[in-house]
């Protein structure tokens, strides 16, 4: 782990990010921030009133957390050279084992294309953009970004794609670098 500032641990005893203050109410983990700034500014939209809405969105966030992102890790760590703590490129980036590292991360991938809405929509649920595809954008595209053909995954692909191609993302990618 990144050894933290004092005045971060402070408001993160655990030292993730993000971790932000509002009105002297400290918060942190990535889900539970979109989840209280959503409700806060009562947007519906995006992360709905209706409760089995909310808790579909909610499943999804989870399914990120726990399954999505660990199972692409270690394409990201490969593709980009990406080491946790150093961030993106601090190693060299090594395309063989990015594509090994998708051939055994395909059955996973495969399966979590089962969670998503289907098309006509290009979202993760709901039929509509929400929190989940927020969460989800910096990990689908580094996916695309990845260099591999993703046919075999066209659902978790066509959805990469519209959360990639969303005009507040790309203002990020712009300045982000992957």
């Keep these: 782990a990144v050894p933290r500032p004092d005045w971060h641990l402070a ?24 989840r209280f700034l959503a409700t806060r500014a009562g947007d519906a939209e995006i992360y709905p009133n209706d409760l089995p809405a909310r808790a579909t969105v909610d499943w999804l966030l989870d399914a990120l957390a726990t399954f999505l992102r660990p199972a692409l890790l ?27 590292a998708y051939a055994e991360a395909l059955p996973k991938l495969r399966q979590f294309e089962g969670l998503l809405d289907r098309p006509p929509s290009p979202w993760a649920c ?43 993302w790309a203002s990020v990618a712009a300045t982000a670098g992957v």
């Design 11 to 34: 408001v993160n005893p655990l030292g993730g990010i993000p971790a932000i203050v509002l009105d002297g109410f400290h918060l942190a983990e990535s889900n539970t921030v979109l």
């Design 74 to 100: 270690p394409i990201e760590l490969a593709a980009f050279g990406l080491r946790p703590g150093l961030g993106l490129g601090a190693a060299p980036p090594d395309p063989d084992a990015a594509l090994a």
């Design 126 to 168: 709901c039929g509509r953009f929400t929190i989940a595809d927020v969460a989800a954008t910096p990990v689908l595209y580094r996916l695309l970004k990845s260099g591999i053909a993703l046919d075999q995954i066209p659902r978790l692909a066509a959805w990469a794609t519209a959360c990639s191609a969303r005009p507040a």
